[in-house]
């Protein structure tokens, strides 16, 4: 366990394994416990670090309102803290939005990225709507009146009906998420702006996951993500959700270490040549 200190806010990741840097960042709502079941494996042949984003987890709470690159930001200046200058990115939902914006902003940072369930576009009108309102319920009455509605988003029609110990477990740790983050998390998501037509400039090789069962961020807006990059391969996880990495842990798992090891030696080459 490890923490630095920006903008006066404790922000807390672990640090596992060794070899090539790998970043791991969760959705929105969760922490880097949605990627306990990756790690292990991750960790035997990569250094592995696994953020808690301001207000999540471990993390310190969200005092202002933010952007998705103020949280790009959190994460760099981990990396910074680390000593490391390269890593593979790998994010899911509002974590993807930021590894998306890392390949674009400081691209020299990223030798890959990995897409879990995640969205270039800027949110829908309807949608904006939708989770202003949820904020207003949240704020007057808690979160646990909508754990129902959250869960049908979060999870998928398989893992709601087959996987209740799952279900269970996020369910408690979704209500125990502050205000603060609801709030000012829903607002930088619903205030994003559309990256798809800058997504042509991202030259590194691209990994682009998706649950059939997707109701947050539908599979269409992953095969949009995998048609405009240059370099993306694109899997749709059967039985799964918007939490991927969750409900479907190996398929998850092992299309990561697949896309992984055939990074290393693309990026070797191009060391190479340079």
Do not use: C
């Amino acid at each position: 366990m490890a923490t630095i200190k920006r903008e006066g806010i404790h922000l807390h990741y672990t640090v596992t394994g060794s070899g090539p840097a790998l970043v791991l960042l969760h959705s929105f709502l969760a922490s880097s416990a949605m990627w306990e079941t990756q790690i292990p494996a991750l960790s035997e042949r990569y250094t592995v670090i696994a953020v808690d984003l301001r207000g999540h987890g471990d993390s310190g709470p969200i005092q202002r309102d933010i952007t998705i690159y103020d949280l790009l930001d959190d994460v760099v200046a981990i990396l910074d803290a680390e000593g490391i200058e390269r890593a593979a990115w790998a994010g899911l939902s509002i974590g993807g939005m930021i590894t998306l914006r890392a390949a674009l902003k400081v691209p020299e940072r990223v030798s890959g990225v990995l897409l879990l369930d995640t969205h270039a576009g800027a949110e829908r009108p309807l949608k904006k709507l939708r989770y202003h309102a949820m904020v207003t319920a949240a704020r007057l009455f808690g979160i646990r009146p909508l754990l129902p509605q959250v869960l049908k988003l979060m999870f998928g029609e398989h893992t709601l009906a087959h996987n209740k110990p799952l279900v269970d477990e996020w369910r408690d740790r979704i209500a125990a998420v502050p205000f603060s983050t609801i709030q000012r998390g829903v607002s930088a998501l619903t205030r994003r702006e559309d990256l798809s037509p800058q997504l042509g400039n991202i030259n590194q090789p691209a990994l682009v996951i998706v649950g059939e069962e997707d109701q947050a961020l539908p599979p269409a807006y992953s095969r949009e993500i995998a048609r405009l990059l240059p370099q993306a391969t694109l899997i749709e996880v059967p039985r799964s959700g918007h939490l991927s990495a969750l409900e479907q842990p190996d398929a998850v798992t092992g299309a990561m270490l697949n896309f992984l090891g055939k990074l290393e030696p693309a990026a070797q080459r191009k060391v190479e040549e340079t």
